[in-house]
């Protein structure tokens, strides 16, 4: 396989997944992700990482062909694909408030229960909605606003330039997540330029979760 359209398509081949099933786990509008499987548009770097964060499949295999394209054999039959037109169906909704405490939001997923379900179309099922508070991701993310959210397992792939909530041992954030200068270290950036940027050891970093969709209004 000479090109990353063969290797993508090799994966698709491999879990039976159609072109319309692709766009939509990768929340891409299909005639775009036609244009790229084509030719006609690139693969930028933005749409490799959501590949292998979305797909989970290696990086350095999907640009290079080197290596193999899952870093655990086991992620070829645990992979999570519904079939061809069938949607993902509700994700849950929590009263939880994504920048407040220190405990993980995992943990307080399997202790809380949700208060009600929403139905957004290319989400994938893993996602939860939570709330946020405050006013550092304004006026991207809404004082009050809902984010949909799911855990990265490999944090070693960073979408440059995402909003993730980041885990650290004494607190939770919600920020855009930058290349730092120090490959050891990454820029925590808000929306709100009233809030400086914080540089951040990858090492300290408990858990990452990608936000896959915004859900804004503001609460007075």
Partial sequence: MESITARLRHIMELHRMTQRR?????????????????????FTEGLVNRIVIDLGISKKWLTTGEGLPYDKPSQVETL??????????????????????????????????????????????DSSVVKVRGDSMAPRIANGGYVAVRRIKDMRHIAWGQIYVVELEEYRLIKYLRRHPDPSQVVLHSDNPAYDDMDVDRSDILKLYVVEAILNYEVQ
Avoid: H
């Fill in 80 to 125: 999570p694909m519904p079939e061809p037109g069938e949607r993902p169906g509700p994700i849950p909704v929590y009263d939880i408030d994504v920048t407040a405490g220190c405990r993980s939001l995992e943990r307080l997923f399997g202790e809380t229960a949700p208060v009600g379900t929403i139905d957004i179309p290319g989400l994938s099922p």
């Fill in 22 to 42: 692709l766009a939509e786990r990768l929340r891409l509008d299909p005639s775009n992700l036609s244009k790229v499987l084509s030719g006609k548009l690139p």
